[in-house]
């Protein structure tokens, strides 16, 4: 019902920098929060950042000062400018997004949706 699609993972040096994208796409009517989680080998999923719809974000600790997320509403897209990386941040990247879509059917209700990106691999060497 709606897709996600992530771009911009790859290998860089620690203390390099990268930039991820995640573009919504399909039967939007809004979306209120979008978010990165990030997954090392071996390690829990967790929660990088996230950002609402009114502008308010949040960091897990560890990229706090290195890390920014924001987002364009028009184009339904997030980012993740990542800075200062270490090798610690190596892990795949899915970008997640909550909202509300159309029904499929024309005048039928709006229904919520949660929808997970298939993630990008980041790799930081040090």
């Known amino acids: 019902q709606v897709q996600l699609v992530e771009s911009g993972g790859g290998l860089v040096l620690a203390g390099g920098s990268l930039r991820l994208s995640c573009t919504a796409s399909g039967r939007i009517f809004n979306i209120n929060a979008m978010g990165w989680y990030r997954q090392a080998p071996g390690k829990q999923r967790e929660l990088v950042a996230d950002?609402?719809?009114?502008?308010?974000?949040n960091y897990v600790d560890s990229v706090k000062g290195r890390f920014t997320i924001s987002r364009d509403n028009a184009k339904n897209t997030v980012y993740l400018q990542m800075n200062s990386l270490k090798p610690e941040d190596t892990a795949v990247y899915s970008c997640?997004?909550?909202?509300?879509?159309?029904?499929?059917?024309?005048?039928?209700?709006?229904?919520?949706?949660?929808?997970w990106g298939r993630g990008t691999q980041v790799t930081v060497s040090s």
């Open positions: 997640t997004a909550e909202g509300r879509a159309y029904g499929r059917a024309s005048g039928s209700p709006l229904s919520p949706f949660t929808s």
């Open positions: 950002i609402r719809s009114g502008g308010s974000t």
